[in-house]
């Protein structure tokens, strides 16, 4: 069974070689799968995509045609995917979760640099400047922060929050009742909180969630932190209120245009996005390449979970981790119970 793998770094290869997979033969692609590489995957039988793969109407046309079966996304995101079109064409399957505490301790590596500025006093001290000036921030207990979306990460940062004697709000469009969350409205949290952090997924609803409106809204001096997806944040915004300094700090993991240049090293090229070389340049701005989930353990199990989702199509197994915008909860991000036969169609 041959397998297309796009967008191979040398970490995915490594993760997946150490596995057992006798069945598949992976033709492994550095090249990000779209509507212009789709043919890349011609003579295969599966596709192994990532999350800036562009897998649009054309892509999944082109994939269906040539027989491909099944998308496997090797990532829990799925706003690249055009789910209307693949529906009764190609089942497509993701990893749910693979280590939320990646992600989680990743958004406090960045909280805890932002405000304290190690970034900064790295780059100096390599050059022997030991000045202090401008390194000031603040203590981070007793401070609010508010969580948008509390599911796997989300959860799991609010503990670690906790942990630091933060008091912590949340928002979510479906609370955990069982959860011990203090869940407020979308309003209070842009009202009340030092420091904003975004855990909910890519939508429709959540697209541009920070936005000049919303900021507007905040304190003076905020702190904001995404380690999701880009486009939750409407870039020029929130560069206008860095700028301002009506936000005090931004810590990015994800830029709305990142498919362009994140994962690729582009030190030799002139930067034409001019939102994203204004935000790499300020003070003010930790800007990382979309490596939240970048841990041994993610790593080993993302490549174990795609494994099993591919066996358990190709052994006519219900698929357990299936998604498609049928999904009772697709919304959640939660796995929908009510496949016919345990597939989605
Ligand atoms: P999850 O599905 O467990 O949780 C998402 C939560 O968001 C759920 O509780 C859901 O109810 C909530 N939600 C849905 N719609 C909402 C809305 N309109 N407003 C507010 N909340 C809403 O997902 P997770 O595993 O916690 O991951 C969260 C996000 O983190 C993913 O969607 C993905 O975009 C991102 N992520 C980033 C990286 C990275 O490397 N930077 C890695 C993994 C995941």
Redesign the pocket.
């Known amino acids: 069974m041959k397998i297309a793998f796009f967008d191979t770094k040398p970490y995915d290869k490594q993760y997946f070689d150490l596995l057992e997979h006798p069945l598949y033969e992976i033709k492994y692609l550095e090249t990000k799968l779209n509507a212009d590489t789709a043919t890349l995957a011609k003579g295969c039988t599966a596709v192994v995509a990532f ?1 800036n793969d562009d897998i649009d109407a054309s892509t999944i046309d082109q994939l269906y045609d040539m027989g491909i079966k099944i998308i496997a996304m090797r ?3 799925y ?1 690249n995917i055009d789910f209307e079109e693949a529906y009764d064409k190609i089942h497509v399957v993701r990893v ?3 280590s ?1 505490y ?2 989680a301790e ?1 958004a406090a590596a960045l909280m805890l640099s932002i405000n304290r500025k190690t970034h900064k006093a790295y780059n100096r001290t390599r050059e022997f400047n030991f000045a202090l000036n401008n390194l000031e921030g603040f203590d981070l207990h007793g401070k609010t922060i508010g969580i ?8 799991i940062f609010i503990s670690i929050c906790k942990g630091f004697g933060m008091n912590v709000i949340a ?6 009742k069982t959860a011990d969350i203090n869940y407020v409205e ?1 309003d209070r949290i842009f009202e009340e909180s030092d420091i904003i952090s975004l ?5 429709d ?2 697209h541009y ?1 920070i936005n000049e409106d919303s900021i507007e809204k905040m304190k003076q001096g905020v702190y904001i932190i995404n ?3 880009g486009p939750l944040i409407e870039s020029h915004a929130l560069l206008k209120a860095l700028q301002t300094r009506k936000v005090a700090g931004a810590a990015l ?2 830029y709305e245009e990142e498919s362009a240049f994140f994962y690729e090293d582009c030190s030799s090229e002139i930067i034409t996005d001019e939102v994203l070389t204004l935000l790499v340049a300020m003070p003010n701005v930790l800007l990382t390449s ?5 841990t041994k353990e993610a790593l080993e199990n993302i490549a174990k979970t795609t494994i099993l989702n591919l066996n358990e199509f190709f052994e006519d197994k219900p698929l357990t981790n299936e998604i498609c915008y049928k999904g009772k909860t697709f ?4 796995n929908c119970l009510e496949k016919p036969k345990g597939r989605c169609f």
């Open positions: 999350v990532c829990a995101g706003n749910p979760a693979y939320p990646a992600v990743y948008i979306g509390t599911g796997q990460i989300g959860k928002y979510d469009k479906f609370p955990d979308l855990h909910c997924p890519l939508s609803e959540t969630i380690t999701s997806r993991d994800v979309h490596q939240a989930f970048l919304e959640t991000g939660k």
